[in-house]
């Protein structure tokens, strides 16, 4: 398997991390790994030191958000081995958000390698707490200098380590959405598929405004006719119907192809439980509801992995959900998942990569 060359940080920054307060996104290792493209080609996969870039003003990434991102993690187990989670999926992904923006594809093989080869020189700031990881945030740039409306020609791969606690600090306590009506995360024939910074931009304000109503985050309905749930906050969305599953489908280019979203489907089918990929307006939300059939909904991703809701708030109507705590659905899920990142279950699936 290639080796990356390798430029080692003076002096390391681990002992600036407290462990026993760890948040979600603070902190970052000493060294990322770094790939660029230019004259056609992806060249110069290595590793070196994690600080300051010197980024030209005329960068097109700033003017035109020629950029795409992901996010994976990396778990110790009670071994002390450390593995990924889907890593190839998650690559793949990035490839996907890539033609979305006209960014050159990247060779995936080097990137996986680029990541197995980084973790592992990073694998003393893998966190050992039980739901804590090291968050993995692959992202591309445009790196050419210029002004003007037109795709870059150069840009620049670069991977970075961040050891995270869980993404709420208050664990699986169910969240409370309020529905956007007048704001939309994606219309059709846009980049809703793709994690760009631009669909998180455009969540900002319709966040900012749930929030100072007392809401943890926005349920976003379709751009088109503001009647089809799609998404909650950043993560995916999942219905238990009369003990069936139901959540969006990915045939409308606004939902984004989730990780954990394809893990929870290949899980539930092996379990027996239909699971529908299909629309589901907001008003066939609430009449489930009244009629007793909406037993949980809860969102999906990998920050959070399984975040139940409590409660959903759509023009001047509330439903309360499971008494505001977990479902048996959502907590199923959530364990078996965790128990596969962290060697408690069987992995029958081939999810799991070790890397050291």
């Known amino acids: 398997m290639e080796s990356f060359p390798v430029t080692r940080i003076a002096e390391s920054r681990k002992g600036q991390i407290d462990y ?7 902190y970052f290792t000493d060294h990322i790994f770094v790939m660029d493209y230019s004259e056609g080609r992806w060249h110069s996969p290595r ?9 030209s003003p005329a960068n097109m990434t ?10 994976q993690k990396a778990f110790r187990r009670p071994d002390g081995s450390i593995v990924l989670f889907r890593p190839d999926a998650h690559v793949a992904r990035l490839n996907r958000s890539c033609r979305a923006l006209c960014i050159p594809d990247v060779p995936e093989d080097t990137v996986l390698q680029g990541i197995r080869q980084v973790v592992e020189l990073e694998r003393e700031f893998v966190p050992s707490t039980r739901g804590h990881s090291l968050y993995i945030r692959p992202f591309v740039i445009a790196m050419d200098n ?35 009506q007048h704001h939309s995360r994606a219309a059709r024939g846009g980049l809703g598929m793709a994690k760009t910074p631009a669909n ?14 007392g809401y943890t985050q926005v349920l976003w309905l379709d751009a088109t006719e503001h009647k089809y749930v799609e998404e909650v906050g950043t993560m995916n969305i999942f219905f238990k119907i009369n003990d069936e599953l139901y959540t969006p489908p990915l045939d409308g280019d606004t939902i984004l192809s989730g990780i954990t979203r394809m893990s929870v489907i290949e899980l ?18 609430f009449e ?12 999906t991703g990998t920050a959070a992995v399984v975040s139940p809701v409590g409660e959903i708030h759509y023009n001047n109507d509330s439903m309360s959900l499971n008494g505001e705590s977990i479902g048996p659905m959502a907590q199923r ?10 060697g408690d279950e069987a992995d029958p699936f081939g999810w799991i990569h070790p890397v050291c």
Not at 155 to 160: E, G, P, Q, S
Not at 200 to 213: M, T, W
Request: glycine share 8%; proline share 6%.
């Open 333 to 342: 899920l959530y364990d078996a998942i965790t128990g596969i990142q962290y």
């Open 62 to 71: 700033f003017h035109y958000g020629q950029a795409v991102f992901e996010g």
């Open 47 to 55: 590793i070196e030191p994690n600080g300051p870039m010197a980024i």
């Open 200 to 213: 998180y931009a455009a969540s900002l304000l319709p966040a900012k405004r749930a929030k100072e109503k």
């Open 146 to 180: 210029l002004l003007g409306v037109q795709s870059s020609q150069s840009f620049r791969l670069i991977v970075l380590l961040s050891p995270v606690a869980n993404y709420y600090p208050e664990g699986l306590k169910p969240v409370r959405l309020h529905v956007a």
């Open 288 to 299: 489930s509801f009244q009629a007793g059939e909406l037993q949980e909904v809860f969102g």
């Open 268 to 285: 539930c089918r092996s379990w027996g439980v239909p699971v529908h990929e299909q629309r589901v307006s907001i008003q066939r939300l």
């Open 20 to 26: 026993n307060n760890l948040r979600f996104g603070v």
